[in-house]
């Protein structure tokens, strides 16, 4: 009634292999009637063609990088040179007059000068005043803003994002107008509560915190925009598991956010103290010039008026070498706190 069924070993060679031992097999057979692929890499010609590079190959990526180089020696590296070597020499910039080297004695006179130590007094207040409009506030407005849903969000987001935009030329005529002595909103709004300001922009004690006020308002937008990105970089399963275990909102905020959020902030730190002098030099160019008194000052200014209104090349450069040493140790010692302080969830 039943067939017998032969044992596998009686089947032909081909119908015992199965799918994987068929490739196999074909492999074997296709090396052995081809054995000069089987040989070693480092003997191949095919192998020696694809691990050598002709020299255009080798060439190409430095070649690409060359007019970037070019730009940054002609417009970065070597006006630096120019003012290291400029710090030496006394010299009014014109140019049939000749220079006189006078050493360091520039930068003697630099550190002695009454004027430049108010103006590096000037630079950490307003250093220290833009960290609140830079780092505080901003950081307050976008953890804020993570509760609003929808068009909205991107609504408030833009409206505080646009006086970033403003030119600072645009900036100083608004700001003008509102701190007017005579028809001003701002003096007419303290006025109504028993305040007279005044000229707010010639009263010595007043006019540093009127800059601040104005350039901070500018800035509190690009630090919404920033922490907005680093918030938005943060995975909300950090939040949600740390949710589960309990945590309230502010643990949560404090243990988890702000932590992962270190590197933006440091960054934002490290931008404040090196651009705060930048970010308040066209403000204080247009609006006070400096005054009254030197009182709204900064290093940024000082140096334009010893180069370009005294015309004293030799002191502004070797100020600007000060103060090219000091950014640099600045900015070595922010990097050192990045690595030391910044926490990465990677």
């Known amino acids: 009634m039943f067939s017998t069924v032969p044992p596998p070993s009686s089947y032909p060679e081909e119908q015992q292999l199965t799918g994987s031992s068929r490739a196999v097999e074909s492999t074997r057979k296709t090396a052995a009637r081809t054995p000069h692929l089987l040989t070693p890499r480092g003997n191949s010609n095919l192998g020696d063609h694809k691990t050598r590079k002709s020299p255009s190959q080798r060439l190409s990526p430095y070649l690409y990088l060359l007019p970037a180089m070019a730009m940054l020696i002609l417009w970065t590296y070597w006006p630096l040179v120019q003012t290291f070597e400029l710090s030496f020499y ?30 590096v007094r000037n630079t950490v207040v307003y250093t220290a005043a833009f960290a609140v409009f830079s780092l505080v506030l901003p950081l307050l407005i976008a953890l804020l803003s993570q509760q609003v849903r929808g068009r909205w969000k991107t609504f408030y987001q833009a409206l505080i994002f646009v006086p970033f935009l403003l030119t600072p030329v645009a900036t100083a005529a608004v700001w003008r107008w509102l701190f007017a002595p005579n028809g001003g909103t701002i003096n007419i709004a303290l006025s109504a509560f028993g305040i007279e300001l005044g000229n707010v922009l010639r009263d010595p004690g007043l006019a540093i915190w009127a800059i601040i006020i104005m350039v901070g308002w500018q800035m509190l937008g690009f630090g919404v925009l920033v922490i907005s990105a680093g918030l938005a970089g943060i995975s909300p399963e950090y939040s949600q598991a740390a949710g589960l275990d309990g945590a309230s ?41 400096g005054g009254p008194s030197n009182s709204s000052t900064n290093i940024y200014y000082i140096l334009y008026q010893f180069g370009f209104q005294n015309f004293d090349s030799g002191l502004s450069s070797a100020a600007g070498v000060l103060f090219f040493i000091a950014f640099g140790a600045i900015g070595a010692l922010y990097m050192w706190m990045t690595r030391k302080l910044s926490f990465h969830d990677d």
């Open 90 to 119: 006394d010299w009014n910039m014109l140019p049939n007059t000749p220079r006189e080297f006078v050493g360091v004695d520039n930068y003697a006179d630099v550190i002695a000068l009454p004027e430049m130590r108010q103006a």
């Open 249 to 289: 909102a502010m643990t949560v905020t404090r243990k988890v956010t702000l932590p992962l959020l270190s590197p933006t902030l440091v960054f934002l730190g490290l931008m404040t103290v090196l651009l705060a002098a930048q970010w308040t030099y066209p403000i204080i160019d247009i609006l006070t010039q």
